[in-house]
């Protein structure tokens, strides 16, 4: 089993920046491909960028791109989200996941891909 714990979130102004960590934790270290989601009130859950185990491969949604870094440390059985200028629609519960299977570089963005979840953390952008 793989415990995530996210931290980072928390409130910003719109154009402000936050960086969110994802611990991995557990029996089974440094788990595979890792991704981001996050979920808005009344809303359904979305991708928002996914990591290979390498790092070497990066898939963003167009939401995010050019805004948001993922980057991960498996040293740390660590994964982060840089985010930078910060709109009120990325205003959401942001949560961790990971898949335990290796996929060398392929990233899904399908939700039921990922077997492990940590709890989220709230990001609120306002403006």
């Known amino acids: 089993q793989v415990q995530l714990v996210e931290s980072g979130g928390g409130p910003v102004q719109a154009g402000g920046s936050l960086r969110l960590t994802c611990a991995a934790s557990?029996?089974?270290?440094?788990?595979?491909?890792m991704a981001w989601f996050r979920q808005a009130p009344g809303k359904e859950r979305e991708f928002v960028v996914g990591?290979?185990?390498?790092?070497?491969?990066?898939y963003y949604s167009d939401s995010v791109k050019g805004r948001f870094t993922i980057s991960r440390d498996n040293a740390k059985n660590s994964m982060y989200l840089q985010m930078n200028s910060l709109k009120p629609e990325d205003t959401a519960v942001y949560s961790c996941?990971?898949?335990?299977?290796?996929?060398?570089?392929?990233?899904?963005?399908?939700?039921?891909?990922?077997?492990?979840w940590g709890q989220g953390t709230q990001v609120t952008v306002s403006s």
């Open positions: 557990g029996r089974t270290v440094n788990p595979q491909t």
């Open positions: 996941a990971a898949i335990s299977l290796p996929l060398g570089e392929i990233i899904p963005m399908k939700s039921d891909q990922y077997v492990y």
């Open positions: 990591i290979s185990w390498t790092g070497r491969t990066t």
